[in-house]
């Protein structure tokens, strides 16, 4: 069982800057006072009781940190320590200085597919090991997948984000519920059991994306993003993929597939010729092809609005909820101390998406 500090952890750190906010709270700047190192403090809300209905039960926190304990790898974040007060679990990891892997890409004037997949190969990697140690991360998305430093020569890709990842024990049967449309397997919309082969879903839901800047399966609403996802109601519309080379799109196609025995695994997608060519002509047709960018800028432009909406909404929700428990007195006092478990959106799917809803046999 994952063991938890009861120290207070302002005592060993000092809590810097806002970095970033989840669902169930904060991400911080702190440097830790002994050494003067910066690490990122995770604050995660706890439910206060049986009944609440908000903020995160222990177990799942427990989960994630026993997860990030089994893994030790260049390119996942990695967990430092773990704290533990009455209303929250603190999480110190590494801190991830170099901002999202999308937003870095949006910023170029023009990319290669070989520079592309040079950050493809690294998140691969990353998830080869969490596989091959019966991990599945479960909520793989552009948000997730974050840049040491996006100074460095060839910055280091971090997968972040474990609150929805599962460890399998042998022969067990999961199902969850959890994840973000856009980029959800088929089988978790069916509530089908499930495998590390829903990541290799979103891999290939995320190539798509960053070659061409179009979403493959975005519909008007979530409900129709999800209709789409069941149909494999999908495309590649010659007018943005014109600079893709057949092996991408053939990488694509290998993931994207419904049956989830037959979907390429990292293992294989590292030896796709797309990722691994095997001669001369290969690499020239990589090199030659480049990302759709101005058609991913627009991507990434939209996608940024929608978080910055979803973050003032989730306020709005909460300056109201404060409001409700001045007006109704202490029987909503739960309310005020989980701000951060909002809804993203008043769009239901997504709501039924949220994450943390599984079971295991
Ligand atoms: P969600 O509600 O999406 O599941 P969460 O509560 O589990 O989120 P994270 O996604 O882990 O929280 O982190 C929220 C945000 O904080 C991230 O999108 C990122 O911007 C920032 N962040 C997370 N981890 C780090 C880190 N190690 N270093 C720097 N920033 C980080």
């Not at 030790?72 to 773990?82: E, G, R, S, W």
């Not at 990353?126 to 998305?141: E, I, P, Q, T, W």
């Not at 069941?230 to 495309?235: D, K, L, P, Q, S």
């Amino acid at each position: 069982m994952a063991v938890f500090k009861l120290d207070n952890v302002e005592d060993l750190y000092e809590i810097g800057n806002i970095l970033g906010s989840g669902h169930f709270g904060q991400v911080r700047e702190v440097r830790e006072r002994a050494t003067g190192v910066l690490w990122a403090g995770k604050f995660l809300k706890l439910k206060k009781g049986a009944g609440s209905r908000l903020g995160l039960e222990r177990k799942s926190v427990e989960k994630e940190v026993e997860i990030l304990q089994s893994l030790q790898h260049q390119n996942i974040m990695a967990l430092k320590d773990v704290f533990e007060s009455r209303a929250e679990v603190v999480l110190i990891v590494e801190l991830i200085k170099g901002g999202e892997l999308f937003d870095f890409i949006a910023e170029k004037e023009n990319l290669t597919e070989t520079e592309a997949i040079e950050f493809m190969k690294q998140i691969l990697e990353g998830v080869s090991y969490m596989h091959l140690k019966n991990v599945a991360h479960f909520d793989l998305k552009p948000e997730n997948i974050m840049l040491l430093d996006k100074l460095a020569p060839n910055p280091d890709i971090k997968i972040i984000d474990f609150g929805m990842a599962h460890h399998f024990n042998q022969g067990e049967e999961y199902k969850s519920l959890g994840g973000t449309p856009q980029y959800i397997a088929p089988e978790i919309i069916n509530y089908e059991p499930l495998s590390t082969a829903a990541d290799m879903w979103s891999i290939g839901v995320i190539t798509y994306i960053l070659l061409s800047g179009l979403s493959p399966f975005q519909g008007e609403t979530d409900e129709e993003t999800l209709r789409n996802i069941v149909a494999m109601n999908y495309e590649f519309e010659p007018s943005y993929f014109s600079q893709t080379t057949n092996m991408a799109k053939d990488f694509i196609q290998k993931l994207l597939v419904k049956e989830q025995s037959e979907r390429m695994t990292a293992e294989e997608c590292l030896v796709h010729p797309w990722i691994k060519p095997l001669n001369r002509t290969q690499i020239a047709k990589r090199n030659r092809s480049s990302i759709n960018m101005k058609n991913f800028k627009k991507f990434n432009a939209r996608r940024k609005w929608k978080m910055s909406f979803n973050m003032v909404s989730a306020c709005n929700r909460f300056c109201r909820l404060q409001l409700l428990c001045k007006a109704h007195g202490p029987e909503q006092q739960e309310l005020r101390d989980c701000e951060s478990d909002q809804e993203d959106t008043g769009t239901k799917p997504a709501s039924l998406l949220r994450r943390r809803l599984s079971s295991s046999s």
